[in-house]
């Protein structure tokens, strides 16, 4: 990681971390659906910044030769648990009675389910994580993932992610475990292509 340096990404990181979000999951289902749009994520992640900064770090990986932010991370710390049963992320209102926004809204009450079943009580959420096609397979994400098991570790919290099949491998070295496996495939969206992903979960480690 000489190459880069690990830092806090601040509000006015947004725009550049978010176009480097949207480059590195040019090609994601998934991602397509929960963040439709760089503006709809730029204005979430300012959102999570500005009211839940106590909970949230958002993490910058900058090339250390250019400047350019290279690879990112969100991290959730809930010490006091969390209702994901009644704080799911929503399409913006005028978008419920659209075809892809009835979906969207689906696809993240199914990935809340999963997620109440997973874990109850105080966690840690890897909500975000994402490296630059230009610079994978650096260690980027490896370094952005350590820093928040070590959190984890050290404030004694269960730790969950939902990962890609391409992820899964890095994940278990980290420490997670396979909870489930899902396609996703919701009984409503015939229609819809598969999703594949899997719920992991991380038990703290002594320190």
Known sequence: MSKYT????????????????????????????????????????????????????FLKATDNSTGDIVGGIKWCFYRRGYNYTTSTARPSPESYSTENGAYRQDVLNAVVQKRVEMVNGPHALLDLLFTDPDHQHQGIGSELVHWGCGEADRTNMTAIVEASPAGRRMYEKHGFVVHEFSNLKLEQWTDKPLLPQYFMVRQSKPR
Not at 23 to 43: C, V, W, Y
Not at 44 to 52: G, S, Y
């Open 6 to 57: 690990v830092s806090n990404a601040s509000l006015s990181d947004l725009p550049a971390f978010t176009a480097c979000q949207f480059r590195a999951f040019a090609n994601g289902p998934l991602h397509a659906i929960i963040f439709p749009n760089p503006t709809d994520a730029k204005e979430r992640h300012t959102k999570a910044i500005v009211d839940d900064g106590d909970e949230v770090v």
